[in-house]
Each structure stands twice: as structure tokens, then as C-alpha cells.
């Protein structure tokens, strides 16, 4: 079981991983060489519950390599991919204070 569900969250942060890479990828290049800001962070953080990964990891039992995971996988993606994105991530670092990249707003 530990195993199973370690297998599970290693594969959700791949999966986060890859898709944080992907998007940094398709910018100028300048947002592929810093690190996230912890407004991105956050903002991914959110997405990353709103799609249903979250409560996929929470049980006994991996739903990873399931129909519901593939589903919440792919509204991630989709939300991670879209406008409203960037517009979260300019949310959060206003309520924080903090300076809002432009590349992180996309």
C-alpha cells in the first residue's frame, strides 16, 4: 500500500513537473532559467486541487492509470495551459506583494 501510494504521488509531481517544464518551455526561454516564483507556485497549487489530482492521492487505494486520473490530468493541463492561469498567478503575488513577471502572467 505505502509503496502504491508513494508510486502515485512521485507520478503526479513527474506529471506536475513536466507540464511546469513544458509551459517554461514554450515562453521566451528566460522562464525556463529562473525558478518559480511562489505566486506560480501557489497558483499551481490551487489548479492542481481544483482539477481533482488532489483528491486522487487522498485513500488507500492509487487512482493513478485510471480513467478519473487520465480526466483530471487533462483538465490540469487544461487550466495550466490557460489565460486564467496567468491571471491567478498575478492574483496571488498582488496579495502577497510581490512583483508580477509578465512571462508568469501568460
Given at each position: 500500500?505505502?509503496?502504491?501510494?508513494?508510486?502515485?504521488?512521485?507520478?503526479t509531481l513527474l506529471v506536475a513537473g513536466s507540464t511546469t517544464l513544458a509551459v517554461a518551455?514554450?515562453?521566451?526561454?528566460?522562464?525556463?532559467?529562473?525558478?518559480?516564483?511562489?505566486?506560480?507556485?501557489?497558483?499551481?497549487?490551487?489548479?492542481?486541487?481544483?482539477?481533482?489530482?488532489?483528491?486522487?492521492?487522498?485513500?488507500?487505494?492509487s487512482a493513478v492509470y485510471t480513467p478519473r486520473h487520465d480526466a483530471a490530468l487533462a483538465?490540469?493541463?487544461?487550466?495550466?495551459?490557460?489565460?486564467?492561469?496567468?491571471?491567478?498567478?498575478?492574483?496571488?503575488?498582488?496579495?502577497?506583494?510581490?512583483?508580477?513577471?509578465?512571462?508568469?502572467?501568460?
Open positions: 500500500m505505502m509503496v502504491s501510494k508513494l508510486t502515485s504521488v512521485l507520478g518551455a514554450e515562453g521566451d526561454g528566460a522562464a525556463a532559467e529562473r525558478p518559480l516564483s511562489r505566486a506560480e507556485v501557489l497558483a499551481d497549487l490551487q489548479i492542481w486541487r481544483e482539477s481533482g489530482l488532489e483528491a486522487l492521492q487522498e485513500g488507500e487505494e483538465r490540469y493541463a487544461a487550466l495550466r495551459a490557460s489565460p486564467a492561469f496567468g491571471a491567478l498567478v498575478q492574483r496571488i503575488a498582488q496579495q502577497r506583494g510581490e512583483r508580477v513577471l509578465m512571462s508568469a502572467a501568460k
